[in-house]
């Protein structure tokens, strides 16, 4: 794990310092951080541990939201550290190529796989109950399987018939199991489901070891686009602070006056459609105005004022309760806009669930590098073809897109 932990970047070591700013250990925390799968599983890791609860409960969501190629790639290392497969499988079990690959890593914690062995179902756990090495050596997988309401009859009798056979401690008596074992006929039925369910773990391992190979040829693809990026965490300042304007005060900003119309939605009418009056009283308005317009206003006032050079006015555009989808998607895709703009929308776990937003994101020129290079695995095929061609976005960006589509891992 040490190793692991050294090999972090600069920024990374950072954020993990005690006096670190919330910021940073929040943006750390969210994944924004460029660096290659297996560092950024271990950041999030360790801070998954941090005092500050809202950071730690970010990291346990951003490892959630991770693609699963990066994650493979932890599986992948033959030495990877328990604490991390740990880690993978107590919040990751839900992605079966990842659940797979933790199943058969030979690191994988007996505790952690009885663990799974009562929480999980469908072939993932049929592969738990045909590893008798694990249940010999770790009888609490047995329980585990036992108890489990999704194991399936065949699978429960064979489980119970080992333990049984190997006098191993369940916390079942031998009553119990025997009662597992049904009637006369279950000898017969449980043969034939064992062959089954061996052909079709058999089946599962062979898809696992595709997957982690998939992992180390999307992360070597990966790679020379994230040392680059690595290098531009922050693009507003060295230190990574976000400069914000000196803005009214919120007490300010609640006095301001704006004019009903802003308000109030007019149906059929189009942000790009604005009425004159509307640009013309906008253009004479204070700081104070424009910031509870943009928080308050119509779809034709958030269509002109998220143009609007002074961020405190462009993020309140963002806040407004009346935001669309389909205006986030349109903004995503904006030249126009600022970047800290852009940047808002990609640090927007519910914004970037929209396969459109996060296409939008990747490419457009204004999009952070290593914002547009951590979306990119993300994307499907044709997506990454047409980023590729992009002649309007950063050689990096496309160089990425490039060799993820001739590995066909988009």
């Given amino acids: 794990m040490e190793e692991f932990i050294r090999a972090l970047p600069p920024p990374a070591k950072k954020a993990l310092e005690p006096d670190a700013p919330t910021k940073i250990k929040k943006l750390a925390a969210s994944g924004r951080l460029p660096m290659s799968p297996l560092q950024q599983i271990t950041l999030l890791y360790l801070l998954s541990f941090d005092s500050d609860t809202d950071i730690a409960q970010t990291a346990v969501q951003s490892i959630q939201n991770q693609p699963e190629s990066t994650l ?59 590893n008798q090495q694990r249940q010999l050596r770790h009888p609490p997988v047995l329980l585990s399987l036992l108890q ?7 699978l429960r009798a064979r489980v119970a018939e080992f333990a049984l056979r190997s006098k191993l401690e369940t916390g079942l008596s031998q009553q119990q199991l025997a009662a597992l074992l049904g009637k006369e006929g279950a000898q017969e039925l ?10 079709q773990a058999a089946k599962a391992a062979e898809e696992a070891a595709k997957a982690a190979q998939a992992a180390k040829e ?23 602070e976000i400069p914000l304007e000196e803005g009214p005060s919120q ?28 640009v013309q009283k906008l253009l004479q308005m204070t700081v104070s105005q424009k910031i509870k317009a943009a928080s308050k206003g119509n779809k034709q006032v958030r269509g002109l004022l998220i143009n609007e050079s002074n961020r405190l ?63 990119l695995p993300t994307l499907r095929k044709n997506d990454i073809r047409d980023i590729a061609k992009n002649k309007g976005i950063s050689s ?15």
């Fill in 72 to 130: 493979l790639t932890l599986t992948s290392q033959e030495e990877a550290p328990l604490e991390l497969l740990d880690f993978l499988a107590r919040h990751t079990y839900h992605l079966d190529a990842v659940l797979h690959a933790l199943i058969l890593h030979k690191n994988t914690p007996d505790p952690i796989l009885a663990w799974l062995a009562s929480h999980i179902q469908g072939p993932s756990l049929d592969l738990i109950a045909l």
């Fill in 190 to 199: 449980l043969s034939a489901a064992q062959a089954a369910q061996a052909a």
């Fill in 218 to 240: 999307a992360a070597l693809a990966a790679q020379e686009a994230e040392e680059i990026a690595s290098d531009e965490v922050f693009e507003d300042d060295e230190e990574g």
């Fill in 313 to 375: 006015i462009a993020a309140a555009v963002l806040k407004n309760p009346g935001l669309t989808d389909g205006e986030v998607i349109k903004i995503a895709a904006s030249r126009s806009v600022s970047g800290d703009v852009i940047r808002q929308i990609a640090t927007n776990r519910e914004w970037m669930r929209i396969y459109r937003v996060k296409v939008a994101l990747a490419s457009n020129p204004k999009c952070p590098r290593g914002v547009a290079l951590r979306i």
């Fill in 148 to 154: 489990n309401p999704h194991l399936n009859e065949a």
């Fill in 251 to 278: 007490a300010e900003i609640d006095a301001a006056f704006i004019p009903e119309e802003f308000v109030k939605e007019t149906p059929g009418e189009s942000e790009d459609k604005a009425p004159e009056n509307v």
């Fill in 396 to 410: 990096q960006v496309a160089g990425a897109a490039n060799k993820l589509y001739k590995q066909g891992l988009g």
